[in-house]
């Protein structure tokens, strides 16, 4: 799959650049906040498209289970690495809200393309 390739090619590049450049010292926080948002959203694109090519009608049930299952392991793994983890916490919170919020926006943007390529009529 092409998107999650990209993906992860592009989040190990902005961390790769923010590590070594712009904040050195919080390069295991940034690792930290990336490494679950990206995991979850490669995981998630390719049992949808998966699921997308055996039965289209099977999607929304898919998505709204692993609606369920993202809350309850973005919170587990947020609160494990928080307590846990002997980190800085504003660094991961900082990374991982930026990384959740655009791999959840480039998931939406590859949704809506999935789903509109489904309805352009074949020439």
Same mark, same amino acid.
């Given at each position: 799959?092409?998107? /999650?390739?990209?993906?992860?090619?592009?989040?190990?590049?902005?961390?790769?650049?923010?590590?070594?450049? @712009?904040?050195? *010292? /919080? /390069?295991?926080?940034?690792?930290?906040?990336?490494?679950?948002?990206?995991?979850?959203?490669?995981?998630?694109?390719?049992?949808?498209?998966?699921? $997308?090519?055996? *039965?289209?009608?099977?999607?929304?049930?898919?998505?709204?289970?692993? =609606?369920?299952?993202?809350? @309850?392991?973005?919170?587990?793994? @947020?609160?494990?690495?928080?307590?846990?983890?002997?980190? *800085?916490?504003?660094?991961?919170? @900082?990374?991982?809200?930026? $990384?959740?919020?655009?791999?959840?926006?480039?998931?939406?943007?590859?949704?809506?393309?999935? =789903?509109?390529?489904?309805?352009?009529?074949?020439?």
């Amino acid at each position: 799959m092409k998107t /999650a390739g990209v993906m992860t090619g592009a989040c190990l590049f902005t961390w790769l650049v923010m590590a070594t450049l @712009v904040t050195p *010292d /919080a /390069a295991v926080e940034l690792l930290l906040g990336m490494t679950a948002p990206l995991g979850v959203a490669v995981t998630t694109m390719i049992l949808i498209e998966r699921t $997308y090519r055996q *039965d289209p009608n099977r999607v929304t049930p898919l998505m709204i289970k692993a =609606f369920g299952t993202k809350m @309850v392991l973005f919170g587990a793994y @947020v609160a494990v690495v928080v307590s846990a983890a002997s980190i *800085d916490p504003i660094p991961f919170v @900082v990374s991982f809200t930026s $990384y959740f919020i655009a791999l959840h926006m480039t998931e939406a943007l590859w949704l809506r393309s999935l =789903f509109a390529a489904a309805r352009t009529p074949e020439s």
